[in-house]
Every structure is written in structure tokens, then in C-alpha cells.
């Protein structure tokens, strides 16, 4: 069992940063690919980025350039880090671990209780 617990958000004006962080539970933080997604009232839950076990980025076409995923493995955190923010990146955001059966024999799946970010000024 993985829990996420998901710190960071809050209001910030346009053109603005925030930093998300999830800090994740277990001793095997370090296999799981970790990811954040967001949604925004009426819409459907959407991937911003993801990192691999092993390091690699996949960012979502509209904030590529202005956001970053990292991870520190020794903490078993992963980090968003949001820069020239929009009004349309309001949206509650949601940290994600995923490990599929082929690295831990079932697929596991596990979500925080997500972190609200509001843009406006």
C-alpha cells in the first residue's frame, strides 16, 4: 500500500510559480513512475506530467516550458515545480504512482487526496 499526501497548492497571481510536493509512503517509492495530473471544475481529470523510475519526463503539451517534474528518490517525494502560471492551470491537482505487473508482478495504482492551485489575479 502506497499512500500520497499532496502539499503546495493555493492562489497565486498570473505569471506567478508555486512548487507542489508529494510525499509518498512505502520503501519501494523508488520503482514506482510518478505523475501529476490535474482537473479543473467540469472537466475531466487530465495528465500534466509523469517521471519515470528511471528518470525520464513526459510533460503534457500545454505546460511544457513552464513546468517541471523531479524526484527525489531518498525522500520519496516527487515535485512539480510551475512557473508563468495561466488562469487555466486552476484545477485541483493530484499526485499519481503507477507500477505496472511487469516491474511489480500485479499493476498498482494509487492517488493523493489532491491539492488545490487557483490562478487569477
Known amino acids: 500500500q502506497v499512500q500520497l499526501v499532496e502539499s503546495g497548492g493555493g492562489l497565486v497571481q498570473p505569471g506567478g510559480s508555486l512548487r507542489l510536493s508529494c510525499v509518498a509512503s512505502g520503501r519501494i517509492f523508488s520503482i514506482y513512475a510518478m505523475g501529476w495530473y490535474r482537473q479543473a471544475p467540469g472537466k475531466q481529470r487530465e495528465l500534466v506530467a509523469t517521471i519515470t523510475s528511471g528518470g525520464r519526463r513526459n510533460y503534457t503539451d500545454s505546460v511544457k516550458g513552464r513546468f517541471t517534474i523531479s524526484r527525489d528518490n531518498a525522500k520519496n517525494t516527487v515535485y512539480l515545480q510551475m512557473k508563468s502560471l495561466k488562469p487555466e492551470d486552476t484545477a485541483v491537482y493530484y499526485c499519481?504512482?503507477?507500477?505496472?505487473?511487469?516491474?511489480?508482478?500485479?499493476?498498482?495504482?494509487?492517488w493523493g487526496q489532491g491539492t488545490q492551485v487557483t490562478v487569477s489575479s
Open positions: 499519481n504512482a503507477y507500477c505496472s505487473v511487469y516491474v511489480c508482478s500485479r499493476e498498482y495504482n494509487y
